[in-house]
């Protein structure tokens, strides 16, 4: 488990992170959520050990990543966004030299890394040089490197950017693998299709705050249908019948009826009666409407 407290952060006179609370749960996968410059690296890199916050604290497993950065980073696997590595090194090379540190003989740190670079899809390319893999390729060596000391919890930061659809199919299927081992993961992303494919609960954070916490399950229960009318004969009778199921805006000859309540079947029954409709479908909001919702009420 990885729970952050109270953590803010500020880089110059830029308040980056202001009183930042939430918690990644084992067996869960928990997305953060939020517009560029919202703190999400910010936040990644705290967790991670490789900047202080000015106030606050986050615990790995229980151990503190200021007091007892050892033990916290013992439990904590960090893919960031753009990997950084000695280009010139061949993967396998690499892979072997950063095993060292963990405590693996080099024989022990090749077969390991023969194993999860095969696991990754890099099998093949253990002997190319890092200067010579792709975007998506690097992403997949840093998933690989992650995965070395087994942890108890990842973060992922966009790690989706730059993976082509075999890679995030790939990056999906790890997120639930690990989370059927009961690991904890946090990841952040801007393609929000795939936030609502995997997370089990979502963490929106606005100009470094957190603005919400709500699990998917929530989220769906939250979201409102919308019915979308096309009709080449509408009028005001029209109007007034459809407002008995919701809220109704016209644009013409298209009508939408916003937190539709009713049964869409009722509706086609007796609009046929008397009106030409040539299309008659809801519409469910995504997560992106969602979060810009929830943006847009912190702003009023």
């Known amino acids: 488990m990885i729970q952050v407290e109270h953590v803010s952060k500020t880089f110059d006179k830029l308040k980056a992170l202001d009183d930042v609370t939430f918690e990644v749960p084992d067996g869960q996968i928990t997305a953060y959520v939020g517009l560029n410059g919202a703190g999400k690296t910010t936040t990644m890199r705290i967790i991670a050990g490789v900047i202080y916050p000015d106030s606050g604290d986050v615990k790995v497993e229980g151990h503190s990543v200021i007091r007892e950065k050892v033990e916290a980073s013992k439990n904590l696997a960090w893919v960031p966004e753009l990997p950084i590595f000695e280009m010139e090194m061949k993967a396998i090379d690499y892979f072997v030299y950063i095993a060292g540190y963990m405590g693996y003989s080099t024989s022990e740190a090749k077969r390991l890394g023969k194993e999860l670079l095969a696991e990754v899809g890099l099998e093949g390319a253990e002997n190319k040089k890092l200067k010579d893999y792709s975007q998506g390729m690097k992403k997949r060596f840093a998933l690989a490197l992650s995965m070395i000391s087994n942890p108890k919890n990842y973060l992922f930061d966009e790690v989706l950017n730059g993976l082509d659809p075999q890679g995030i199919m790939f990056f999906r299927d790890l997120a639930l693998k690990l989370k059927k081992e009961g690991k904890a993961v946090l990841f952040s992303s801007h393609i929000l299709s795939e936030v609502e494919i995997l997370a089990d609960k979502v963490v929106f954070i606005h100009k470094g705050r957190i603005i919400k916490v709500m699990s998917m399950d929530d989220i769906r229960k939250s979201v409102t249908n919308s019915l979308l009318i096309r009709v080449e004969n509408p009028d005001k009778e029209l109007l007034d019948v459809l407002s008995s199921y ?55």
């Open 246 to 300: 919701g809220n109704v805006e016209q644009n013409g000859n298209l009508i939408f009826v916003r937190n539709f309540k009713g049964d869409i079947a009722e509706v086609n029954s007796k609009l046929s009666q008397k009106y030409k409709v040539t299309e008659l479908r809801t519409e469910s909001a995504s997560l992106e409407q969602v979060f810009f919702q929830i943006i847009q009420g912190e702003q009023k």
